[in-house]
């Protein structure tokens, strides 16, 4: 629009630098401008950009999209959802979705496109969009090139040509979706095709086999730690540790009982010397982090990937000579995330073992959820409560619910719980929503008790709508 730019000049330089000039205006906006200002000429002119366009024609109207929706939910639950995607309490979206979608509800269609935005760069958020967007999911990703991930439920059914004519998206799904459904036969086709795959998509698709993962794949995934691309042989590496029985856990094995004697009570430890080519065959990495030694971290990868069943859990008791315990404690702790070992995890919290580069909460989620609360209340006093519970997973179980509740509604307004009511505030479940806590008066000041409450008490009006 003529004009427009000399407008914007004005308003960045100022009027002493660059005198407003409404002469190229567009008549329109000079005739309903009279004696008005610079300002008053922009809110014209942005009005008239936006409104003052040509009707387009001779347009071939969308084919709609076929089949049938869910009923709506009710008015007042369309509105919440409005206001989370306008931005206010937006960490409850994912929930309004999962609770709408397990209670038979649909979205309205008006509200898809901007679902579909913020999914666009929340992986987490995908499939609770693409359930939501339902039979338009395939016709809005036609529509908008970065709503692409919305073609993932065309691979839900087991169309081939999927798999060698779709794209990026609707390959993996399809590959993802006949892993579940027959291993042996998806692990038969990303063979035939991995010699042409690029690094990236070998490394992503070879990931997909943590699903189903069985001795049947122990073949394939070694010829994976023979692959040109690093990033590959960690994949593959990192199944075949999971693999009970796989020979890659008996050559771990030897080598940890190479290096490690229990001996009179003491666990004594002879730091490997080198790392064998082998050993970076298996995924052992030479490269060290900052803080630890080079043959501290070869020996601390030997241990992390080694099956825990050729260890004792008694270990964890016995001192330590030729390294420093918390090498061992953090392969434990990477051992026990790996094999869901609940036995060492359990003990290694107990301990305060040291868990490396891994959050405490990986520990406590091993647990079955029933003694997470009583875990949280024997640690409390040694481990940051918030970095134990922030790693759950949502909603927690309601006595670890109230148990927090309970804590933060002791300790007034001090700033040093307000992570600790960040994360509880979105992960107590539904039943916990009516905690006394929401009934005390928080006051008028913006403190993370106010959030808190509002947060708890907008989650509890949500269920009320959608169930």
């Known amino acids: ?79 919440r959802l409005a206001a989370m995607l306008g931005g206010f309490q937006t960490v ?18 008006e509200h898809l496109p901007a679902l579909a935005d913020y999914a666009r ?29 919305l073609q993932a439920v065309d ?17 993996r799904a399809w590959l993802a979706g006949l892993r ?37 794949d122990e073949e394939f995934l070694e010829t994976g730690l023979d692959d040109r691309s690093r990033e590959v042989r960690r994949v593959a590496a990192r199944l075949l540790a999971r693999l009970p029985g796989a020979q890659y856990g008996v050559r771990m094995s030897e080598r940890l009982h190479a290096h490690l004697v229990e001996s009179q009570g003491v666990l004594a430890v002879d730091l490997p010397r080198s790392l064998t080519a082998s050993m970076e065959r298996d995924g052992l990495d030479s490269a060290n982090p900052e803080g630890v030694g080079k043959r501290a971290w070869w020996f601390h990868q030997v241990v992390a990937h080694t099956p825990l069943t ?30 869901d070992a609940a036995d060492w995890a359990r003990e290694l919290l107990l301990r305060n073992a040291n868990t490396g580069s891994r959050n405490p909460a990986e520990l406590l989620r091993l647990l079955p959820a029933a003694e997470w609360a009583q875990a949280v209340n024997v640690l409390r006093n040694t481990v940051d409560v918030a970095e134990l519970v922030g790693g759950l997973p949502v909603p927690w179980p309601p006595e670890l619910g109230r148990m927090v509740l309970d804590q933060l509604g002791k300790v007034g307004t001090n700033r040093a719980w307000a992570r600790l009511a960040s994360i509880a505030a979105r992960a107590v479940p539904p039943d916990v929503l009516d905690h006394p806590i929401t009934r005390d008066p928080s006051g008028d000041e913006d403190t993370w008790r ?6 708890l008490t907008f989650r509890r009006e949500m269920y009320e709508e959608l169930t």
């Open 310 to 339: 050729t260890m004792n859990l008694t270990w964890l008791n016995l001192p330590v000579e030729g390294c420093a315990p918390e090498v061992l404690q953090s392969a434990w702790t990477e051992a026990a995330i790996r094999e």
């Open 92 to 109: 409850v979206l994912g929930e309004w979705l999962r609770t709408a979608d397990a209670n038979g509800w649909g979205v309205p269609p």
């Open 180 to 216: 579940r459904r027959d291993p042996a036969a998806a692990r038969e086709e990303l063979a035939e095709v991995w010699p042409n795959e690029s690094a990236v998509t070998r490394a992503d698709f070879l990931g997909l086999f943590a699903e189903g993962l069985s001795l049947a």
């Open 121 to 149: 760069n929340r992986a987490e958020y995908r499939p609770l969009v693409i359930t939501a967007a339902g039979r338009r999911a395939r016709w809005l990703a036609e529509l908008n090139p970065e709503w692409r991930f």
């Open 450 to 455: 106010r959030r808190l409450v509002e947060t």
């Open 1 to 79: 629009m003529k004009g427009w730019d000399g407008l914007v000049s004005s308003v960045l330089l100022g009027t002493d630098r660059r005198p407003a000039d409404f002469d190229e205006l567009p008549e329109y906006v000079r005739e309903r401008l009279g004696n008005g200002g610079l300002l008053d000429a922009a809110a014209l002119a942005t009005v008239y950009k936006r409104a003052g366009r040509k009707p387009l024609r001779e347009l071939t109207p969308l084919e709609a999209a076929g089949g049938e929706d869910r009923p709506l939910p009710r008015a007042g639950a369309v509105r």
């Open 155 to 171: 691979a839900e059914g087991n169309d081939p040509r999927l798999w060698t004519h779709g794209n990026a998206v609707q390959r």
